[in-house]
Structure formats: C-alpha cells, structure tokens
C-alpha cells in the first residue's frame, strides 16, 4: 500500500507563488509515475501536471504550462510543483497521485484512472 501525503499549500496573493510537496511511503516510489491534479469548488477534478517515474518527462495542462514545474526527488520519495504567477483561477484543491502498475521509465499519464494511488489534498487559495 502507498499513502500519498500532500504539503505546502495555503493562501496566497495573485502573482505570488507556491510550492507543493508530496510525501510518499513505499519502497518502489522511484518506479512510480506522479502526477497532480485539482479540483476547484463546483467542478470537477481535472490534470494538472504529471512527471514519469524516471523524472525525464513531464506534461502539463495548458492552463498552468509556463508557470507550473513538476519535479521529484527519488531519494526523498517526494515529488513537488513549483507553481508561479497564481491566479485566483488556481484556487482549488490540488491532489498528487501516483501510479502503482508497470510504466516505462519516459511513461506519464494525464487520466485519473491510470493512477492507483491517491492523497487527501491540500487547499491552495489565490487571492485578487
């Protein structure tokens, strides 16, 4: 079993920014795809960014492309987003995931049903 811990969200001004941690337990963590997605009051959970498990490929979402970095630490079983220039359109619920089955190591995943594992979330609220 993998229990995803989320970290470094909160409130913060437009333009300003923040960075996200996920913790995750396991010994495989380094074999796992990530990836983050949010949801926002009154819609429903949608892609943000994801990363494969060997970090050399990433993919976002367009509304966050040029202001959001994800990245990971294999070392640290952690993986992060580093998202810049908020908007209060960024308010929302962000939620890492990982993926449990075999991926190949260029592998990312942009869909919640190919991941297995999930975090509780944490609010990131972006004030005008």
């Known amino acids: 079993q993998v229990q995803l811990v989320e970290s470094g969200g909160g409130l913060v001004q437009a333009g300003g920014s923040l960075r996200l941690s996920c913790a995750a337990s396991g010994r495989t963590f380094s074999r796992y795809a990530m990836g983050w997605f949010r949801q926002a009051p009154g819609k429903e959970r949608e892609f943000v960014a994801a990363i494969s498990w060997s970090g050399v490929t990433t993919s976002y979402a367009d509304s966050v492309k040029g202001r959001f970095t994800v990245s990971r630490d294999n070392a640290k079983s952690t993986v992060y987003l580093q998202m810049n220039s908020l908007s209060p359109e960024d308010t929302a619920v962000y939620y890492c995931?990982?993926?449990?089955?075999?991926?190949?190591?260029?592998?990312?995943?942009?869909?919640?049903?190919?991941?297995?594992?999930w975090g509780q979330g944490t609010q990131v609220t972006v004030s005008s």
């Open positions: 995931a990982a993926r449990g089955r075999t991926s190949p190591s260029r592998g990312y995943y942009v869909t919640e049903d190919l991941y297995d594992y």
